[in-house]
């Protein structure tokens, strides 16, 4: 190659990177101002945006200076006083909190967030005195209550019963109620008077203490373990003398506390009930309890259930 065309082929080579260089410097310089602007207009924006913000903040009003007699008497107030006021100042803050927030949405987060044991509480407390009310209200006495041990799962024969029973006794409806308590436990393994022993026992013993049992039916080991710690009325004091007479046959000799026997029960296995109810009873009897406070009426109970009444 000549030395003339070497030189002109380096000329060119040297005119292309002086190109190339020039495009790059200018590139840099557009890409400087770019940024440069976008940097002068952010800060403009975000100086309008602060703008904007301080001129929605209200200025905060300075707190009023309290008067010398202000002081003075709040130096004086009693502690009733103090609690009242510290009460009053608390719910104005609240206020004065709840009015500053624009949406009901903040409301609500605001009061869930601090309030919400106070709002269980108050609905726990709500409930408990409607519960309360509504009890006492419902509330019904027993006009009659009949206990029925180890026949709990017979809703046949307790259902019988409790229609015999409201048949023949008098009450008020809205008032009173006509009770048959169904109880299973093991009463008859334990010494008769000890009441401890399962939890039908201690239910048993607990309506004994409340005066709420008047009469019970069940096996005869139930009802000998009753007699032995002198729970029952003696049949031939209470019962009007023609009336027993007539239920001679179905009298139970049973022994007290210190084993001498006394008319304390009736064979309870010939009632229709009984028959009709198919109890699952194999020897029942039936007995009045010595703290009933219903006597005319378990006497009533008795004549309708063998027959001597309508």
Avoid at 241 to 263: A, I, R
Wanted: proline share 4%.
């Amino acid at each position: 190659m000549s030395k003339k065309k070497k030189k002109k082929n380096n000329n060119n080579k040297n005119k292309r990177n002086n190109i190339s260089s020039n495009t790059q410097k200018l590139n840099s310089e557009h890409a400087n101002n770019a940024a440069h602007a976008i940097e002068e207009k952010s800060q403009a924006q975000s100086k309008i945006e602060a703008e904007e913000l301080k001129a929605s903040i209200k200025p905060k009003a300075p707190e009023p200076r309290r008067t010398p007699e202000e002081i003075e008497r709040e130096r004086n107030m009693t502690g009733w006083q103090r609690y009242k006021k510290s009460i009053a100042d608390g719910w104005a803050l609240e206020r004065k909190t709840l009015s500053s927030m624009d949406t009901l949405k903040e409301k609500l987060g605001y009061i869930a967030y601090y309030h919400k044991w106070h709002i269980l509480i108050t609905f726990l407390v709500i409930f408990t005195i409607i519960y309360g009310a509504h009890a006492i209200i419902t509330h019904k006495d027993y006009a009659f209550n009949c206990l029925v041990v180890n026949d709990s799962h017979n809703t046949v024969f307790s259902d019988a019963l409790q229609k015999e029973l409201s048949d023949c006794i008098s009450y008020n409806p809205k008032k009173e109620t006509i009770g048959v308590s169904l109880y299973s436990t093991d009463i008859s393994n334990y010494e008769p008077g000890y009441y401890g022993g399962d939890a039908g026992c201690q239910a048993i013993f607990s309506l004994m203490m409340n005066y709420s049992i008047d009469a019970v039916i069940a096996n005869d080991d139930v009802i000998e373990w009753f007699s032995r710690d002198d729970n029952f009325c003696n049949l031939e004091e209470i019962l009007p003398s023609d009336l027993y007479k007539e239920l001679e046959p179905y009298v139970v000799m049973l022994p007290d506390k210190s084993g001498k026997e006394h008319p304390y029960a009736l064979d309870f296995s010939d009632t229709e009930v009984y028959k009709k109810g198919k109890s699952n009873l194999q020897s029942p009897r039936i007995a009045i309890f010595s703290t009933t406070r219903n006597l005319d009426e378990a006497i009533a109970a008795i004549e309708k259930l063998y027959g001597y009444s309508d």
